[in-house]
């Protein structure tokens, strides 16, 4: 069997089915090493592309190998060094597009004639738990725009991707339906120019304008609220659009019905559509965007400390690459590789101030998602789930709340501060290798907030 070609071909059945970025960030350097028995062994570069394809793509590359190979039993995902020749990079760099850095950044990025930028595409679009909701029903307004989930309005807090989601819809729409008018506008634009209209007598021009496109996008629509007049205007706005089966798209930081002062004819057609809301990224999804960010830097740095950043900043999209950017550039000062120490260092101004817990709470917190007595963790005892729920107390109160080692022994059961720093570092450990463990930590974390 030519496993070269077997993989050359189920990659090129995987892409289509991928976004560029995804694709790009965790299947590149991956390859059929050998197949034994009917397994398949896929060589992948380093632990968070094996868990990453395990978790994720495991269902897609299983089916896409059995539909080619039909001996096929199973496959399994084993670490190896891919060795990447100099020329190989030389000719990687040649084909690097080239940016005149010198262009204003507003020449560079801003269509002027439908606002969008470019660079709000799919393709470097990561999709997770926290927005797989409003990909999924985008990914259907562009199949079929006017006609599913209009209006689309998608709202959550700032940082969290929303104007990338949109703009990218706008993108996509532009490029598949060419005849089609798009645009895209925030609130505050769009109020500007009804405002502006009015005063110069040109009310109709406004209306002919906005009302001209196949697809309008307002941004920022939260600010609505208290704007009577702009309100009736986007009523007026809106039923054209929905008459014609133009597609229209609002962006909000809050649910609809917790606008101030939204007349409730704009809820219900809010509510005609569909309302769908975008969450913090969890661990993996941060994991994944660090990768992609990474990748489009072309830098490397060892997974210790790209699973430290993922850990640690949980807030929105924006800071976590504010605090890469910050890695990104000490990285390119010292022109040498980053120690873990170097990249805590930097981000110990980005990290939020943990909230001050008890260490009751904590244990309590732990007990109650495994659903196990909050008395059984301070007891002596060997059972598995006991001391795996232990030992993740034990490692929350010293990660996560920086409480020593010899205060949570004598807290927990009277433990010498040796068995505390052994529980410590087994769940460092087996996070490296246990995804499912990564999603409970994260879980539990999400209960202290």
Same mark, same amino acid.
């Given at each position: 069997?030519?496993?070269?070609?077997?993989?050359?071909?189920?990659?090129?059945?995987?892409?289509?089915?991928?976004?560029?970025?995804?694709?790009?960030?965790?299947?590149?350097?991956?390859?059929?090493?050998?197949?034994?028995?009917?397994?398949?062994?896929?060589? =992948?570069?380093?632990?968070? $592309?094996?868990?990453?394809?395990?978790?994720?793509?495991?269902?897609?590359?299983?089916?896409?190998?059995?539909?080619?190979?039909?001996?096929?039993?199973?496959?399994?995902?084993? &670490?190896?060094?891919?060795? =990447?020749?100099?020329?190989?990079?030389?000719?990687?760099?040649?084909?690097?597009?080239?940016?005149?850095?010198?262009?204003?950044?507003?020449?560079?990025?801003?269509?002027? %004639?439908?606002?969008?930028?470019?660079?709000?595409?799919?393709?470097?679009?990561?999709?997770?738990?926290?927005?797989?909701?409003?990909?999924?029903?985008?990914?259907?307004?562009?199949?079929?725009?006017?006609?599913?989930?209009?209006?689309?309005?998608?709202?959550?807090?700032?940082?969290?991707?929303?104007?990338?989601?949109?703009?990218?819809?706008?993108?996509?729409?532009?490029?598949?339906?060419?005849?089609?008018?798009?645009?895209?506008?925030?609130?505050?634009?769009?109020?500007?120019?009804?405002?502006?209209?009015?005063?110069?007598?040109?009310?109709?021009?406004?209306? %002919?304008?906005?009302?001209?496109?196949?697809?309008?996008?307002?941004?920022?629509?939260?600010?609505?609220?208290?704007? %009577?007049?702009?309100?009736?205007?986007?009523?007026?706005?809106?039923?054209?659009?929905?008459?014609?089966?133009?597609?229209?798209?609002?962006?909000?930081?809050?649910?609809?019905?917790? &606008? *101030?002062?939204?007349?409730?004819?704009?809820?219900?057609?809010?509510?005609?559509?569909?309302?769908?809301?975008?969450?913090?990224?969890?661990?993996?999804?941060?994991?994944?965007?660090?990768?992609?960010?990474?990748?489009?830097?072309?830098?490397?740095?060892? *997974?210790?400390?790209?699973?430290?950043?993922?850990?640690?900043?949980?807030?929105?999209?924006?800071?976590?690459?504010?605090?890469?950017?910050?890695?990104?550039?000490?990285?390119?000062?010292?022109?040498?590789?980053?120690?873990?120490?170097?990249?805590?260092?930097?981000?110990?101004?980005?990290?939020?101030?943990?909230?001050? $817990?008890?260490?009751?709470? $904590?244990?309590?917190?732990?007990?109650?998602?495994?659903?196990?007595?909050?008395?059984?963790?301070?007891?002596?005892?060997?059972?598995?789930?006991?001391?795996?729920?232990?030992?993740?107390?034990?490692?929350?109160?010293?990660?996560?709340?920086?409480?020593?080692?010899?205060? &949570?022994?004598?807290?927990?059961?009277?433990?010498?501060?040796?068995?505390?720093?052994?529980?410590?570092?087994?769940?460092?450990?087996?996070?490296? =290798?246990?995804?499912?463990?990564?999603?409970?930590?994260?879980? &539990?974390?999400?209960?202290?907030?």
């Amino acid at each position: 069997m030519d496993t070269k070609q077997l993989w050359k071909n189920c990659l090129m059945e995987i892409e289509s089915g991928v976004s560029k970025a995804n694709f790009s960030t965790w299947f590149k350097n991956t390859s059929i090493l050998k197949e034994e028995m009917g397994i398949i062994y896929v060589g =992948v570069p380093n632990e968070f $592309v094996r868990d990453w394809l395990k978790n994720k793509y495991h269902k897609l590359i299983t089916k896409t190998i059995a539909d080619t190979y039909e001996n096929m039993r199973a496959v399994e995902y084993t &670490i190896t060094k891919i060795e =990447v020749s100099k020329e190989e990079v030389i000719e990687s760099k040649k084909n690097e597009p080239y940016v005149n850095k010198e262009l204003p950044l507003k020449d560079l990025y801003i269509n002027l %004639e439908d606002n969008l930028n470019p660079r709000y595409k799919f393709d470097s679009f990561i999709v997770g738990g926290f927005n797989e909701l409003a990909y999924a029903a985008s990914q259907a307004i562009i199949d079929s725009p006017g006609t599913k989930y209009n209006p689309f309005f998608v709202y959550g807090n700032t940082g969290l991707g929303k104007t990338h989601l949109i703009q990218a819809i706008g993108n996509s729409i532009k490029n598949k339906y060419p005849n089609k008018r798009v645009h895209y506008i925030t609130l505050e634009k769009f109020a500007t120019d009804f405002i502006n209209s009015l005063q110069g007598n040109r009310a109709n021009s406004f209306k %002919e304008k906005y009302r001209k496109y196949d697809l309008l996008i307002i941004d920022d629509i939260q600010f609505i609220g208290k704007m %009577e007049k702009i309100q009736e205007e986007l009523f007026h706005t809106f039923n054209t659009f929905y008459e014609s089966n133009k597609q229209i798209i609002f962006s909000s930081d809050k649910h609809p019905n917790y &606008i *101030p002062e939204l007349a409730d004819r704009l809820k219900s057609r809010f509510a005609q559509g569909m309302i769908v809301d975008v969450s913090e990224p969890e661990y993996e999804s941060r994991l994944a965007i660090l990768k992609v960010k990474l990748t489009e830097q072309g830098i490397d740095l060892e *997974p210790e400390i790209i699973d430290y950043v993922a850990s640690s900043i949980r807030g929105n999209i924006r800071e976590l690459e504010g605090s890469l950017n910050s890695i990104v550039c000490q990285y390119r000062l010292k022109n040498k590789p980053l120690t873990l120490i170097d990249v805590k260092n930097i981000l110990k101004n980005n990290i939020r101030p943990k909230k001050n $817990v008890s260490i009751k709470e $904590v244990v309590r917190t732990v007990g109650e998602y495994y659903q196990l007595d909050e008395a059984s963790i301070y007891e002596k005892t060997r059972r598995k789930e006991i001391v795996k729920a232990r030992q993740i107390v034990m490692y929350l109160l010293r990660e996560d709340f920086n409480v020593s080692y010899p205060l &949570i022994g004598s807290k927990l059961g009277g433990k010498d501060h040796t068995t505390v720093i052994h529980s410590y570092l087994k769940i460092q450990k087996d996070m490296r =290798v246990d995804p499912q463990l990564m999603q409970e930590l994260e879980q &539990i974390r999400i209960m202290f907030r």
